[in-house]
């Protein structure tokens, strides 16, 4: 393991390092069953759609919508808060009574990144996406 690389806390299943996707990115420890509950995204529970414009300009998003009215800012939340964008995920949020939680959609090989759909984001003119998927979008 490289100084880049720890444990995720409490979870010796993931990992955080460096990511080709961007900066750091979740890895598989060790190869991972599909369809099952890896975690949950902690935060702080904020007000949209003040939250979303305070976003508008950040290289990095942080906020996954839980309600029309609230979102969770997961920039002082665990680990999870660098689960990266792909086109093609092997994973998804799934926002249950308030909670998010973050589940396998498939087998991940150990090493794996784990990554997620974030859909359109807020950000002006679009995100790149770097994801590497066949079908990329490129654009978010
Ligand atoms: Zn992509």
Redesign the pocket.
Known sequence: MSKETRRLTADPRLIVRGSG?HGRGIFAAIALPGRRKLGEVTGKRVRLPEARQAVVRQPRIYLVELTRRYALDCSTGNDFRHLN????PNCYLRVSHGRVEVYSKEAIAAGSELTVDYGATPHEGGMT?????A????V?
């Open positions: 996707i964008h792909s086109c093609r996406c770097r994801c590497g998927a079908r990329c979008k490129e978010l």
